[in-house]
């Protein structure tokens, strides 16, 4: 099993910057990847970013540019940096971790927290 717990969501005005953490604890594989995803009202869940245990980035074509996925590994911790923000970042952004196994994902969530670009 594996925990993740978000932080740093909140209110920003357009053109401003949040930091988004997730700390994973609990039994970390050696090859992963940690993301971010969100779902606006209405909408479907969608990748935002993602990071493999290797150092592979990957963005969602509307973030890129604005948003910076890293993590630190002494702190099993991912972090997202938002910059630049518009209202249509506006969502609940919530944290994954994933690992293969035998061709089979696992996946595991954090709770979410909100992130609301509004003037």
């Known amino acids: 099993q594996v925990r993740l717990v978000e932080s740093g969501g909140g209110l920003v005005q357009p053109g401003g910057s949040l930091r988004l953490s997730c700390a994973a604890s609990?039994?970390?594989?050696?090859?992963?990847?940690m993301g971010w995803y969100r779902q606006a009202p209405g909408k479907q869940r969608e990748l935002v970013a993602t990071?493999?245990?290797?150092?592979?980035?990957n963005y969602a074509d509307s973030v890129k540019g604005r948003f910076t996925i890293s993590r630190d590994n002494g702190k099993n911790t991912v972090y997202l940096q938002m910059n630049s923000l518009k209202p249509d970042d506006t969502a609940v952004y919530y944290c994954?971790?994933?690992?293969?196994?035998?061709?089979?994902?696992?996946?595991?969530w954090g709770q979410g927290t909100q992130v609301t670009v509004s003037s």
């Open positions: 994954n971790y994933r690992f293969v196994v035998l061709m089979t994902p696992y996946d595991f």
């Open positions: 609990g039994s970390i594989s050696s090859i992963y990847t």
């Open positions: 990071l493999t245990s290797s150092g592979i980035t």
